[in-house]
């Protein structure tokens, strides 16, 4: 008995000094749904980012910023398309007529910026939309820049940001069908100096552009999100060849004109078994869980990189395996972190869930390696743990060692209805990624923004605050160990 005592009053200063962190959900509110998308575009693509004292959501279809402290929505639900035109300033010919695409944003503590990209759906030489706002108060003024994506069609816009540059990277087809696959991939660096002083302008932008397949880039290319200091950037993608690869390469002089992107690295990794489809209750309609490309922002914090994708996770797995009598494999997330210098990985671990599958994750790091991982979480019946709705889950998770632990799970919001039916397809499309953030002004404080079945035809969007303890000082963990030093000695005598 002793010795439980002893190992659970270590454990409480290990959390005191911390090592491990518990979350606390607090502002917790539903964001945009499909009813209140003024284009009413699905999938949402549900994306977010937070400033000192503002939460913008922008996905597919509607841009709407909220009051940080109560989550009231500031304004009214703008469309995409008038946040271009009428906020940003854009001409509606650079618009187009066939639509918008992939939304992005990002606050950049640095700058003082909203940055935020999303793409037109022209069939070839569609466009990239680059807006930036001139202050951290993203209802005031914006301006805005563009530039052609693809000669064919550039899709899949990534974004990255960093104390000296803007990256986008791009997936490009010879047109929007996609016909014939993937053809090559873009990364665009773009000095941050140009863009936030005066009219943006991407006249010493570094387009590397078209780099074949079978280059060694990987696919949907992350510019990595660094806020702190930095001579040069990083990128970050999954292998094309190689499940067990991840490509990394660096970008020196990224402030200004003539940036030069490196040669890849592979980098060693666990294997990604192929992703099936994920379970809903009633067994008729699974939802695309995508593939194993990196979908939403890659983090560098101090000298580690931090990134997350779907994996499969059991046994028989194959893509987008439409059996659903069969679930020996299901959905899980692999959490990789790479040594920044030497691109190497130095920790790893699967996040997974007999009978569930997760998908869609967004991870976000503080300065203590405290990794918040937000994702959805959907199941089937019969033996699976419900609740089984699409719904929104974040994880807490630290490294240890050569270990990513998972310590906390956190239901966010969960589905309204048993099953998502909206399109009446199998699959049911579902993302395309999720957004999580950590906060500029506390760092014990992170966002999450998911996707959640609102209803059987409505897809929602879920936007929580996930606080953390703040550090216990050394005189706590100190006192604590004390205590456990006590305990010990009492048993003794």
């Known amino acids: 008995m002793g010795k439980r005592v002893g190992i659970a009053v270590l454990a409480v200063c290990l959390a005191s000094a911390g090592l491990f962190a518990t979350g606390i959900i607090g502002l917790n509110f539903a964001g945009v749904d499909l009813s209140a998308d003024p284009r009413q575009l699905t999938p949402p693509d549900t994306m977010g980012a937070v400033g000192p004292n503002h939460i913008v959501e922008f996905i597919n279809g509607a841009f709407a910023v909220y009051n940080k402290t109560t989550g009231a929505l500031i304004g009214s639900v703008q469309s995409d398309s008038s946040f271009w035109t009428s906020t940003v300033g854009l001409s509606s010919s650079t618009l187009g007529t066939s639509g918008l695409t992939d939304t992005r944003i990002q606050y950049d503590p640095g700058s003082g910026r909203w940055f935020a990209t999303e793409l037109t759906t022209d069939s070839t030489g569609n466009k990239l939309l680059l807006g930036i706002s001139q202050t951290s108060d993203p209802t005031g003024a914006w301006k805005g820049t563009s530039f052609t994506a693809n000669a064919g069609f550039g899709d899949f816009d990534t974004l990255g940001v960093d104390s000296n540059a803007v990256y986008i990277g791009t997936n490009n087809f010879t047109d929007i069908s996609g016909a014939g696959g993937l053809q090559s991939v873009s990364l665009f660096s773009i000095p941050k100096s140009d863009l936030t002083g005066g009219s943006p302008t991407t006249a010493h932008m570094t387009s590397f552009a078209d780099l074949s397949t079978s280059s060694g880039y990987g696919f949907s290319l992350q510019g990595v999100n660094n806020w702190g200091a930095t001579t040069a950037g990083t990128v970050l993608a999954q292998d094309l060849s190689s499940a067990s690869q991840l490509d990394a390469a660096t970008i020196t002089g990224p402030g200004g004109a003539g940036a030069v992107l490196s040669s890849p690295t592979g980098v060693a990794v666990g294997t990604i078994q ?7 209750p009633d067994g008729t309609r699974q ?23 779907e994996t499969g996770v059991g046994t028989g797995c194959s893509f987008e395996d439409s059996n659903t009598s069969d679930t020996s494999c299901r959905l899980g997330i692999r959490v990789s972190v790479l040594n920044a210098t030497t691109l190497a990985e130095v920790a790893e671990g699967v996040l997974s869930e007999a009978g569930a599958d997760y998908i869609y994750p967004s991870l976000a790091v503080d300065s203590l390696g405290n990794i918040v991982l937000g994702f959805t979480r959907s199941c089937g019946t019969g033996t699976d743990p419900g609740p089984c709705d699409p719904s929104a889950y974040a994880e807490l998770a630290k490294v240890v060692g050569s270990n990513v632990v998972f310590t906390d799970t956190l239901p966010l919001a969960i589905g309204a209805v048993g099953d998502y039916h909206l399109l009446g397809t199998t699959p049911e499309r579902w993302g395309d990624f999720s957004s999580t953030v950590p906060d500029p002004s506390n760092p014990n404080v992170f966002w999450t923004f998911q996707e959640t079945a609102a209803g059987q035809f409505d897809w929602g969007t879920q936007i929580t605050e996930i606080i953390l303890p703040e550090p216990a000082t050394a005189a706590t963990a100190l006192a604590g160990l004390a205590i456990l030093w006590l305990v010990r000695r009492r048993r003794r005598g």
Do not use: C, H, K, T
């Open 287 to 309: 939802i695309d869980g995508s593939d194993a490309r990196i979908m939403s922002r890659v983090w560098q914090v101090g000298n580690l990189i931090y990134e997350a994708q």
């Open 274 to 280: 192929p992703e099936p489809l994920a379970f809903q």
